[in-house]
């Protein structure tokens, strides 16, 4: 199996080797499902809220895949969305964005779309470590955020572990 699943005692953590640079194995997987319903009138199924820019000037799916930068390049970068979002989230990366973006045909939910992108990593490289994000989430220090991210992955792809971080 690529991806072991073990319990590791937090403690056991600390003595784990992190590593202190950019993975190059590393991937992301970031979820853009949705149906429009949360921000309504504002969100719609045709726009819901990762298309929108609801905070920082940017529509929350390009904040999602700019927070990345210096983590994980965007070619290893695949977005997770409905089938009728692919257009809109791709116009919104720009032309040539070499970030990948996958249209489910029916969405069903948060562990098929990990799964859909767990498939999309071990395709590229069977030995990747990715994370998965959401595309609609705002986050202030992105220094910070980078810095755990980096630490994060580089301490499962050093130690074999699954590691979940919540913001």
Known sequence: MVWKIR???????ENMNCG???????????MAGGKGERFWPLS??????????????KPLI???VERLAGVVPPERMVIVTN??????IRELLGEGSPVGVLGEPVGRDT???????????RRRDP???????????IIGNLPVFRNTLQQGMALCAANDVLMATAV
């Open 62 to 64: 390009v904040q999602a």
């Open 83 to 88: 089938a009728s979002l692919v257009a809109p």
């Open 20 to 30: 202190n640079h950019p993975d190059p194995s590393a991937y992301a997987v970031i």
């Open 111 to 121: 562990a098929a779309a990990v799964a859909v992108g767990a498939a999309w990593v």
């Open 44 to 57: 719609t199924s045709r726009r819901p809220k990762q298309l929108l820019a609801l905070a920082g000037g």
């Open 127 to 137: 030995e990747g470590v990715f994370c998965v994000m959401t595309a609609d989430h």
């Open 7 to 13: 319990e590791t005692p937090i403690h056991a953590v």
